[in-house]
């Protein structure tokens, strides 16, 4: 075989590769939205490519001893009713004792967020669902317990919505139940014991008070 056969066939091999990518950043051309977001860049550090993420993640705490949780939904378009598919969500929360743990080879927001965190991207009937374990509070204070979720959509930068939140949480106020202006909708989850876990379900609508969201 000649050298420059050799050569055409390895290269045209590895452009075909599949392999796992890390996700890249924001596109130039994507319209700001959602005001100052402090880490919300964490997003781009799945270790999975956006374009193979599936609709399902397994937070890494899921195997750990704590109240084992599922939390699946809908995300809707603004319009609140059309499913959006092709939606990235990233979650991160604390460990049992309320603290962001991490296994010491973090890198980049890792290093504040820890090592629970996860990446869904919803499916053609904008359905995503991830499961892991229902976080602690932060140690000695009133903050109630929660994960954060970032939103990425195509066309778009990357924007917060209210967090996930916990109905039966004696830390929640009142307030936050019936919340006149929720980002992305509310984010309260009442749980429910199913199968030996809580499952809960949260619907988000794209934009929904979301600062600078284009409208169509
Ligand atoms: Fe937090």
Not at 126 to 147: D, E, M, Q, R, W
Not at 189 to 212: F, H, P, Q, W, Y
Request: charged share 25%; proline share 7%.
């Amino acid at each position: 075989m000649k050298y420059s056969s050799f050569v055409l066939i390895f290269l045209s091999t590895f452009s075909v590769c599949s392999c796992q990518q890390p996700a890249k950043k924001a596109a130039a051309s994507d319209i700001k939205v959602g005001g100052n977001c402090e880490g919300c860049e964490a997003i781009y550090e799945s270790p999975i490519a956006f374009d193979q993420l599936k609709e399902v993640d397994t937070l890494p705490d899921f195997t750990e001893d704590g109240p084992k949780l599922e939390v699946n939904g809908i995300i809707y378009k603004a319009d609140g009713k059309t499913p959006a598919p092709g939606v990235v969500l990233y979650i991160y929360h604390t460990d049992q004792k309320g603290k962001y743990s991490k296994k010491g080879d973090e890198k980049g927001w890792g290093k504040r967020h820890g090592y629970i965190r996860g990446w869904v991207k919803t499916d053609q009937n904008g359905f995503y669902k991830f499961y892991t374990l229902v976080p602690a509070s932060y140690p000695n204070s009133n903050n109630p317990k929660h994960i954060h979720p970032t939103i990425k959509e195509p066309g778009l930068t990357e924007y917060w919505i209210d967090e996930f939140l916990f109905e039966d949480d004696p830390l929640l106020p009142e307030a936050e139940k019936e919340k006149r202006q929720p980002v992305g909708g509310n984010g309260v989850l009442k749980t429910e014991m199913k199968d030996g876990m809580l499952k809960a379900t949260r619907n988000i609508i794209l934009g929904l008070n979301v600062r600078d969201y284009p409208k169509k």
